[in-house]
């Protein structure tokens, strides 16, 4: 039996088009992505951050080894909403395609090249024989070589958008339009500010606790891009504050209708 | 011998003694040539001779060595005029291409490591291309030597070809960091002049860039007769 007679088991598309238009290949990947744990992304005035909702994990799970965000190259992290394995496939690829940018162009990757890739590698396989699309959507944060903060969404259709502030997966309408109201530049000029707005938007749908959430940071400290995943200590502090701040707030709130 | 020649083991990758052959009689479009490119502190200088041998004949006194990839990248030439100027047509192709992408012009790191890939690629099939790759990018001034068997060299002057010895004497002899333009393009001009009056394989003419910020300027084409008459001037009778 010949290669390609075994290959042509292979030869049909998944993903066609209806009759009005639609993939509902990728737009039912699309719902397997409204149904992945959330995730935030925020581009600061010097800073980019991620913040994502840890499932609760089994008793006898150590939770280390489950790890929603992803560095991609020492300037570029990535959080996503969707499939895990799907995920770790496309990380693979962007983590290679970082380093290999490095070799034959002796530069980092931009995050625009980054984002452009792996909504690439995305479009591909909704016009591929056999293949399905990937069930999930990643936020990209990191630093361009000139310094410039950026943040990025991909979708499985491999569409991709730049965003000053973005959520994926579960209700992530009501958090990016909680965003929509309190982003504003001044606010996430500088990194507190920005950390603060990426985990009051979380906490609209994710019970506080620093347990169930993660938080990193993408900083570029002289040039040279650092990237931090918050200690629980420093996350249950943060959300501390904010509950304080949210009381303040619901206190002023009830006196002027009094 | 060519103590670091590497070692063919079949016939097929046996490296192609390239030229026309009848009997016993092979013309070789030889490697006869000058080129150099050097930095200095306003720019870089790129100065390349026009002729074109084929043994003992002059086939051109008219070429032009020096491919004009965009506005902002040259690529000399040296070695095979064919396997030069198609694949730095190639080149040219791959740099627009990846302007359009990434909305920002090619850096000479990247162009010149675009070119030695390919020819990697192309190792022991017999290409014959010994080019300088020279732009200006946002990191500066740019200069790399790639040839035809894979190696690329970053470098602040560099000559090619059979007449780069007595390039290299001149140059060698003159270089400063700290040049005016002028002095600079003079220097280019004088070590092509050298070249070509004591190489058989260099001659004809010179041809002279300057590359600033802003791209290249072609500055003039020199006849190296006359260049010999200016630097030997014959006393009046």
Redesign the interface.
């Known amino acids: 039996i010949s290669q390609k007679y075994i290959m042509s088991r292979y030869d049909r598309a998944i993903t066609v088009f209806s009759p009005d238009g639609h993939l509902f290949q990728v737009e039912y990947a699309q719902e397997a992505v409204k149904k992945g744990s959330t995730a935030v992304g925020i581009r600061g005035g010097n800073c980019a951050v991620l913040a994502v909702e840890k499932k609760a994990a089994a008793k006898l799970q150590d939770d280390r080894t489950v790890r929603k965000m992803a560095l991609l190259d020492n300037h570029v992290a990535m959080a996503f909403a969707g499939l895990t394995a799907d995920a770790r496939i496309l990380i693979n690829r962007a983590r290679v395609e970082c380093k290999s940018h490095r070799l ?4 980092p990757v ?1 995050l ?2 980054i984002a ?1 890739f792996v909504a690439g590698i995305k479009q591909k396989y909704t016009q591929s024989t056999g293949r399905r699309p990937f069930g999930l959507s990643t936020l990209l944060v990191g630093f361009n070589v000139d310094g410039t903060p950026h943040l990025y969404c991909t979708d499985p259709s491999g569409a991709y958008n730049e965003w000053l502030a973005n959520a994926v997966g579960k209700n992530d309408k009501t958090v990016r339009e909680f965003l929509e109201k309190m982003y504003t530049p001044e606010s996430v000029a500088d990194e507190v500010g920005a950390i603060k707005l990426a985990l009051r938007a979380i906490l609209e749908v994710v019970q506080s606790g620093a347990k169930n959430v993660d938080l990193g940071v993408m900083r570029c400290r002289d040039g040279v891009p650092e990237w931090e995943i918050l200690p629980a200590e420093r996350l249950s502090a943060l959300m501390a504050e904010i509950e304080a701040e949210r009381e303040a707030e619901a206190e002023k709130k009830r006196a002027r209708k009094e | 011998m060519n103590l670091f020649a590497i070692n063919y083991q079949q016939s097929c990758l046996q490296p192609v003694k390239h030229g026309l052959q009848s009997g016993n009689l092979r013309i070789n479009f030889n490697h006869g040539t000058t080129c150099l490119a050097f930095k200095y502190s306003n720019g870089i200088v790129v100065s390349v001779d026009s002729r074109a041998s084929a043994g003992a004949y002059i086939a051109s006194g008219t070429v032009k060595k020096v491919i004009e990839i965009n506005p902002f990248l040259l690529g000399t030439m040296a070695g095979g005029a064919a396997d030069c100027q198609f694949w730095q047509r190639v080149l040219s192709q791959e740099c627009w291409l990846y302007e359009l992408r990434n909305k920002e012009r090619i850096s000479v790191a990247a162009a010149s490591k675009l070119l030695a890939n390919i020819l990697y690629n192309y190792k022991g099939y017999g290409l014959s291309i010994g080019t300088m790759i020279v732009g200006w990018d946002k990191k500066g001034p740019g200069l790399y030597y790639v040839d035809d068997d894979g190696t690329r060299h970053s470098g602040n002057l560099f000559a090619v070809g059979s007449g780069s010895t007595y390039a290299y004497g001149v140059l060698d002899t003159c270089y400063r960091w700290d040049m005016t333009d002028d002095e600079a393009l003079e220097l280019g001009r004088r070590a092509i002049y050298h070249a070509t009056y004591r190489d058989i394989g260099s001659g004809n003419s010179n041809n002279l860039y300057l590359v600033k910020p802003d791209g290249w300027k072609f500055i003039g084409n020199y006849d190296t007769a006359n260049l010999h008459y200016q630097y030997n001037p014959v006393a009046a009778e």
Do not use: G, N
Not at chain 1, 104 to 107: L, S, Y
């Open positions: 034959t162009v002796e530069d931009t625009e090249y452009r």
